[in-house]
């Protein structure tokens, strides 16, 4: 089966500047997640979808996040304006159920400079 | 509360054994997770763990004691590939992670 795309692999943007990452769950996952992770710590949960729902969104700073998960399936993360302390990787995930653990895209490497 | 704590780096030699311990609190605790990730890449899932007990699963073992809030990783028959962060992270219910830093763990030959 095809694992997570996420798209892009890197990004460098000026601070102030906006950005946007993008996942494609794996087939049939209905639950799809972002994390932050930032150099040496573990990732830490932005949102969770349940399909298109909205599971869990404490973490996610709203004044400056956003994310979306349109007819369920691929997800869209954004970033606007963007701040020197949000150069992280941004790993995106799926899951069919718990046993199966989640499977990570290869995330986006995003640096703010 | 949650909380998950596992060493900050270990070191180990090439051929040898090492355990990897994680202790947790998590409330609504629905089991634990070992991830390996190597510098640069992405979490990749090792070992689910539900039930007390040992999970062998060739090189790798996991155990878990619910009673104690406690699980480790045993890694055998090192080998340099296995130079990696592993992170142990305790499952709640709504299928979320809770995620410990990792433990970078560094083999030497």
């Known amino acids: 089966e095809a694992g997570v795309a996420q798209s892009p692999r890197y990004k460098i943007i000026e601070k102030r500047q906006s950005v946007a990452f993008w996942c494609n769950p794996i087939?049939?996952?209905?639950?799809l997640y972002w994390y932050q992770q930032i150099l040496g710590q573990g990732p830490k949960l932005l949102i969770q979808?349940?399909?298109?729902?909205?599971?869990?969104d404490s973490q996610l700073p709203k004044d400056r996040f956003s994310a979306e998960r349109l007819k369920g399936v691929d997800s869209t993360l954004k970033i606007q304006p963007a701040k020197l302390e949000d150069s992280a990787v941004y790993l995106c995930?799926?899951?069919?159920?718990?046993?199966?653990?989640?499977?990570f895209g290869s995330g986006t490497r995003l640096t703010v400079v | 509360g949650q909380n998950i704590d596992q060493p900050t780096e270990m070191t180990a030699t090439e051929g040898a054994i090492v355990q990897i311990n994680c202790t947790y609190q998590?409330?609504?605790?629905?089991?634990l997770f070992w991830y390996q990730q190597h510098a640069g890449e992405a979490p990749t899932f090792l070992s689910y763990?539900?039930l007390d007990g040992l999970e062998e699963k060739g090189r790798f073992s996991s155990f878990l004691s619910r009673s104690k809030g406690y699980s480790y990783l045993l890694l055998k028959e090192l080998q340099m590939k296995d130079s990696a962060s592993y992170l142990c992270?305790?499952?709640?219910?709504?299928?979320?992670?809770?995620w410990g830093a990792g433990t970078k763990l560094i083999i030497k030959p």
């Open positions: 995930a799926s899951s069919l159920d718990i046993t199966g653990g989640y499977t």
């Open positions: 087939s049939g996952h209905a639950t």
């Open positions: 979808f349940q399909n298109n729902g909205v599971v869990d």
């Open positions: 998590t409330s609504g605790f629905n089991g």
């Open positions: 763990n539900v």
């Open positions: 992270a305790g499952a709640r219910g709504n299928y979320q992670l809770i």
